[in-house]
Every structure is written in C-alpha cells, then in structure tokens.
C-alpha cells in the first residue's frame, strides 16, 4: 500500500494534467470555430466554381479537352496527396485517414499499380513512414501557415501540377477528413486529377441566348481547371482543419473526464487510508492505556 | 427605376461583395468591360486591375488580381483569385510595404525566396497603380 504522502502526490499530478486537458479543449474549441467560419466563407466561392466549370465541361468534350481533365489516358501510376494534420494529441483524427490511406495501397497494390505519395502534414507523414516511407515523394510542411489560406492550397497544387506535367503520375487522388461534426469526421478519397466535374452542379439557365467566351472556351477552361483544382486542395485543408480542432475538442473532454474519475479514485482511497491509519494510531494508544 | 444587376465578388477565402448593383466594370484580359443588367451571357477571364462598382450614384473600387467573369441571365459573378478593397487601404503604408518588398528582392537568399518575393512585388504594384 502506497502512503499518504505518494497519494497526495499523485492526485496532484492528476490535477494538473486534468487543467492541461481542460485548457487544451477550450482553446480547441475557439479554433473550431474559427475554422468553421472560414470553410463556411470558402463556399460560395466552391459553389460558383463548380457551376462554371459543370457549364464549360458540358461543351468541351473528347480530344480538345485539356490534359488536366482529359488524364493521359492510362492508370498505372497513382499518386496519392494525403493531407494529415501537423499536431498531434487530437484522437484518431490522423490514424483514421491514414488507415483509409493504407487500405488503398494495399488494394492498388494488389491491381500492379504503382504507388507515389505526396504528404502534406507532419503526422501522416510519420504514420506513413514506417511501412510507406519508399513511397513518399515529397512532403509539404503546413506549419508555418498560422491561418490557411488559398496561398497553401496553391503550393500544394503547383507541385501536384508540375509533377503530372513530368508525366510522373496519371491519377491523383486526395485523402483528407470530411467535417461532419465534432465527434464525427469522415476520412475521404477524392480524385483530384483527371478533374472530374462536380455532381449536383447545374449549368445556369440561359433563357435561350447563346454564351460568348473571351478569349475562347478551351483557353478559360485551360486556366479555369488548375484554380478548380486549388479550390478543391482548399476546401479539404479546410474541412481538415476543422475535423482536426473538433476530434482534438472531444479528445481533450474525454481526457479530462478520465481525469477527473481518476481523481475521485485515488481521493477514495486516500481517504480510506488516511481512515486505517487513525484508527491504527488509536487501537495502538488504547491497547497501550489498557496494559498499564 | 431602372433594372438592376445581381452581381457578387468571390476569392478562394470569402465572400467580399454580394447585392444588386447598376453597373460593375470589369478588367477584363482583352479589355475592360462594362456589365449593366440583362447583359448577354459571357464568360472571361480577368487581368489584374480596379473592378469598379457603380451603384446610386456611389462608387466602390476593388482591386482583382486576376480570375474569372461570369455572366448569366442571374446576374454577374465574378470568380478573384485574390481581391482587396481599396477603400480599406492606405496609399503610405502601401508605398512602405512596395519598399519592403522590394528590398526582400534584392535580398533574396535563393531562387525560391527571389520568385516568391518578386510575386509578391508584382501584386503590390498592380495595387498601387489601381489606386492613382
């Protein structure tokens, strides 16, 4: 049996990483919705994008179109952009996505295919190292961003871009985290190159006039598709950062609630020990009183 | 009262303008354009320059830097790649900025940071010329 003093010890420590948690939660929490509020300004943007890309896409079709949406035409190398968060201690949030990472190798693995990844966040690199690391082609350090911003977006897609202009990849696909709510975030795979046009968008209602484009419709679509590319990077580095604040939220609450029980355990036990120990002290002095 | 048009200015970031104007004028790659309501449908793509927004009387200049114009029998949506509202800006602290920037130019350590720091020189010019 520990003594008193190695219990009091203990409760303390307990308490002061009870704070740390706590403190982590709130300021996850305020995070949260700051990162909420900017996937939320991001939409608009995303919905018109997607619209006059569906319109373009309508027209453009077969062999004029450009590569970027077109694809080269064969499936053997896959590069896969897996875009992790760059601090831990947030649950599952980054075991979960590389997971879905993993299965997907495995799988294209099995189909001969060859497999590239481009990491974009520290800790799925270090997850993916370990069986991966032959794999990683190049990694993307976000950190030094203290608010997202589509500059990042469009770092990431540059290298993306170059590296299919090298012909090094056919098909790229982008793993990240859909946001459903703070206890819920749902690792994604989205195909980033050949661009695939947006379901659900409609091309707007023209009343029967006839659209004009300047300079000509490839040109725009030829410029167009990159930044629809970059705005799809953008909307899932902001989706991630918001599932990154909410799973580390309700890590943190569930950390401090086991705290807490914690606590309330060793008090107990404390207490009771404390009680043996007086009762202890007394049976000695009456005993004692008693052999006089 | 004359028709109005619905126009609205998105960046990647945020919304920055959304209602019911008179009269938007667009810099557009081959030249600026002028959109009033029930313009036909037309998409461009934009230079970097003022977008100037006429609307009772008032006039409101936003600086776009490059994207794309969209107009539709809904009204006219432009896609910025990055936008700044020039009201918001000061020509001094904007001229301080120029010069920063153009120091980091010269001392650029590689290649990388020089093509960084020159974009970003670019951009402040093209600001600071919309703004005479």
Redesign the interface.
């Known amino acids: 049996m520990p003594s008193l003093k190695e219990f009091r010890n203990r409760i303390a420590s307990v308490k002061s990483t009870q704070k740390i948690t706590k403190a982590m939660q709130m300021v996850a929490a305020a995070k949260l919705k700051r990162a909420q509020t900017?996937a939320a300004?991001?939409g608009?943007?995303a919905e018109?994008?997607a619209t006059?890309i569906a319109n373009?896409t309508n027209n453009v079709r077969g062999d004029s179109a450009p590569l970027l949406l077109r694809g080269t035409g064969k499936d053997e190398v896959r590069l896969l952009v897996v875009a992790t968060s760059e601090r831990g201690l947030c649950g599952g949030f980054n075991t979960q996505i590389v997971r879905l990472v993993r299965e997907h190798i495995a799988q294209l693995q099995a189909a001969g295919k060859t497999v590239k990844i481009l990491c974009v966040g520290r800790k799925g690199r270090d997850q993916l190292k370990r069986l991966h690391g032959d794999k990683i082609i190049d990694f993307v350090d976000l950190s030094g961003y203290k608010t997202l911003?589509?500059s990042a977006?469009a770092l990431i897609g540059d290298k993306v871009r170059a590296l299919f202009d090298q012909g090094s990849f056919d098909v790229c696909t982008l793993f990240y985290s859909k946001f459903r709510s703070v206890i819920s975030q749902t690792p994604t795979a989205q195909q980033l190159i050949p661009a695939t046009p947006p379901d659900g968008a409609r091309a707007?209602?023209?009343?029967g006039?006839?659209?004009?484009?300047?300079?000509s419709e490839a040109?725009?679509l030829e410029?167009?598709l990159p930044?629809y590319v970059?705005?799809q990077i953008?909307r899932a580095l902001l989706e991630n950062a918001a599932g990154e604040q909410g799973a580390r939220m309700s890590a943190m609450d569930n950390a401090t609630r086991n705290a807490g029980d914690m606590i309330k355990k060793l008090s107990l036990r404390y207490n009771r020990q404390r009680q043996a120990n007086i009762t202890k002290e007394l049976i000695e002095i009456i005993s004692g009183a008693e052999a006089l | 009262m004359a028709d109005k048009l619905h126009f609205s200015l998105v960046s990647p970031e945020r919304e920055l303008y959304a209602g019911d104007v008179d009269h938007v004028v667009v810099p557009g790659s081959e030249g600026e354009f002028g959109v009033l309501a029930n313009h036909a449908p037309f998409m461009t793509t934009i230079r970097p320059g003022p977008l100037r927004i006429l609307n009772d009387g008032g006039e409101r200049r936003i600086f776009v830097n490059g994207g794309f114009a969209d107009v539709t029998p809904a009204g006219l949506t432009v896609l910025a790649e990055d936008a700044v509202d020039l009201e918001d800006l000061d020509a001094a602290k904007l001229d301080q900025d120029l010069k920063n920037c153009r120091e980091d130019v010269g001392d650029a350590k590689d290649e990388a940071q020089k093509r960084d720091a020159e974009a970003r020189l670019r951009r402040l010019e093209a600001i600071r010329a919309a703004m005479r």
């Open positions: 900017a300004a991001a608009p943007y018109r994008m006059v373009l911003d589509a977006a707007p209602d023209l009343k006039a006839i659209y004009s484009y300047e300079p040109a725009i410029g167009l930044r970059d705005g953008f």
